[in-house]
């Protein structure tokens, strides 16, 4: 069998953008279920010194929030990263970049304070989350 050549910049049938240094450069990901392209974003809130106890009023309210974009399949995984808490990381499964930007602009915890920094980035999951861990 004879492999097609892929001329840099051109995309490839996974969709991914050829490039010069490597094979393929790919900022999304199969979804194994639907066959289908998935783009992952990772929200990074760099949280202040006293995170942990100045949440409590909020807390509910974020935590609402996060549950209702979960249950829209908006978000796979969320919580604070410990030892120290001093950041947490939220992992959105959307194509549209808004939806995240959305959720930061409605969530409590950076409209009141308690984040010094917000990171989106967009993902490369070369895992999918569908499959079951071994």
């Known amino acids: 069998m004879r492999r097609r ?21 790919c900022s999304i990901s199969r979804d194994n279920s639907s066959g289908g392209i998935v783009p992952y ?26 549950r209702a974009a979960h249950a829209r399949g908006e978000i796979l995984l969320a919580g604070a990263l410990a030892d120290p ?8 499964k959307t194509a549209d970049r808004s ?3 959305r959720f930061v602009e409605q969530d409590p915890y950076p409209n009141n304070g308690l984040v ?9 999951v070369v895992v999918p989350s ?3 861990p071994r």
């Open 5 to 25: 050549s892929i001329e840099p910049g051109a995309r490839s049938r996974s969709g991914c953008r050829r490039s010069r240094r490597a094979r393929t450069r």
């Open 41 to 66: 974003f990772a929200l990074f809130y760099d949280t202040v010194d006293d995170f942990a106890s100045r949440r409590t009023p909020f807390r509910a309210a974020h935590l609402d929030l996060v």
């Open 85 to 92: 808490v001093d950041r947490a990381l939220l992992v959105f």
């Open 99 to 101: 939806v995240v930007d």
């Open 116 to 124: 010094k920094r917000v990171e989106i980035r967009p993902w490369t």
């Open 130 to 132: 569908e499959e079951p």
